[in-house]
């Protein structure tokens, strides 16, 4: 036997519709030890009515706020980018505040191993384009400095090119 809320209720709407055509004129029903008119019966039949009634309006209510907050969705999620633009540019992204308003900072995406190795590799080539050395390299390059109002002899001198930065060095 089908016995869901929406038989249940059905049933007790074609109860109270019964009432109304059956028992009229002083008629009554024999329920709970008692003899009930339609006016009795009637208020048995709405009390047990109620709850689903209730469901039924609830869930109309729901379907209005729903719709509501459809409508609004849009506006809202606007609305807390700017706040959270505002907050960002106030506060800092790295801030206890910001993260205070509920925004998490964003977390940098994961390089694959593919990804680690062309990095790796365009890292060198830039390095080997721009002529940059490394902390060993550059500790034995060391430059001299002539006394001001003198020259440099243009002979040989130890003081001649030592610097390290001619064009070819690069």
């Keep these: 036997m089908n016995s869901g809320p929406n038989v249940t209720e059905r049933k007790l709407r074609n109860i109270q519709s019964g009432i109304g055509a059956v028992l009229t004129a002083g008629k009554t029903l024999p329920l709970h030890g008692a003899n009930l008119d339609a006016t009795a019966l009637g208020q048995v039949v709405a009390n047990a009515l109620a709850p689903y009634e209730s469901v039924t309006n609830d869930r109309q209510d729901l379907r ?11 506006s809202t ?7 959270q633009a505002a907050c960002l540019t106030t506060f800092g992204e790295a801030s206890s505040e910001y993260q205070s308003f509920g925004f998490m900072p964003r977390k940098k ?60 060095a690069k």
């Design 64 to 74: 209005v706020s729903v719709a509501n907050r459809r409508s609004r969705e849009t």
């Design 77 to 83: 999620k606007e609305l807390i980018k700017e706040i």
């Design 109 to 168: 995406a994961a390089l694959t191993s593919e990804q680690q190795a062309l990095k790796h590799e365009r890292a060198l080539a830039t390095r080997q384009a721009r002529g940059t050395k490394g902390k060993r390299q550059k500790a034995s390059i060391h430059g001299t400095v002539t006394p001001q109002g003198t020259t440099a002899p243009a002979t040989g001198s130890p003081g001649a090119g030592a610097s390290g930065s001619s064009p070819a």
